[in-house]
């Protein structure tokens, strides 16, 4: 079935580190592949997104290209700030499938220190 | 404009009690899923709704999880006999996607459930 797998955390890093966190995917199809964050006291919002092969998301800062010879999307930053704090998830779903739920990885929790 | 707001933020019932949440999806979204997310977890799908039609229920854990859409815009979800296990934040998301799986999900605050 379709699965996602990321790094586990918890991720520590100091202020203006490169951050990278790893993703990889099981898929049947052609999937939509999403990063989304969870701040402190917050609901999940959605960080970047790529719906096809090659494609690069970005936003804030962050990027994730869409690799499917490797079925990978790993997130990278290359300047983290303290409010970047946060647990991101990858997550993917299946286009053309019936519904299009996300399949969420269990979420790496980033802490950066001043 | 205003986002998904699902209510109750926080519940607590009694092992053996019904509970009942509620989710107001961003008005016109077609689409609306519901979650549940474990402390430590990531989210896991539940059941979705395309306007008022539920079309997948697969992950809903057991029968005494029951969803509703009547209208094709808030939608309950209806938890009967609650258990210890079903302690976990639900999450409600709703999008504009008609299937393809491409569109962002905008997912509302969630409800802890804490079942004593």
């Known amino acids: 079935g379709n699965s996602v797998t990321q790094m586990e955390g918890p991720v520590t890093l100091s202020e203006e580190a490169f951050l990278t966190i790893n993703c990889t995917y099981t898929a049947t199809g052609y999937p939509s592949l999403f990063w989304y964050v969870q701040y402190p006291g917050e609901g999940l919002q959605l960080l970047l997104k790529?719906?096809?092969?090659?494609d690069k998301g970005s936003n804030k800062g962050f990027e994730a290209t869409y690799r499917k010879e490797t079925t990978s999307f790993h997130l990278e930053k290359g300047s983290v700030q303290v409010s970047d704090s946060a647990v991101y998830f990858c997550?993917?779903?299946?286009?053309?499938?019936?519904?299009?739920?996300?399949?969420f990885g269990k979420g790496t929790k980033l802490s950066v220190k001043p | 404009g205003a986002g998904v707001s699902q209510s109750p933020r926080y519940k607590v019932a009694k092992r053996g009690q019904d509970v009942a949440l509620r989710c107001d999806p961003i008005s016109g979204h077609v689409s609306l899923f519901w979650y549940q997310q474990a402390l430590g977890q990531g989210p896991e799908f539940l059941t979705y709704f395309q306007n008022e039609a539920q079309l997948d229920k697969s992950g809903l854990p057991s029968d005494r999880f029951f969803a509703e859409r009547p209208e094709g815009s808030v939608s309950t979800l209806k938890i009967q006999r609650t258990q210890q296990e079903d302690s976990a934040v639900y999450l409600c998301?709703?999008?504009?996607?008609?299937?393809?799986?491409?569109?962002?999900?905008?997912f509302g605050p969630g409800t802890r459930l804490t079942v004593l």
């Open positions: 790529a719906t096809k092969a090659d």
């Open positions: 997550a993917l779903t299946n286009y053309g499938g019936s519904q299009g739920n996300l399949i």
């Open positions: 998301a709703s999008s504009t996607d008609r299937g393809l799986g491409s569109d962002t999900q905008y």
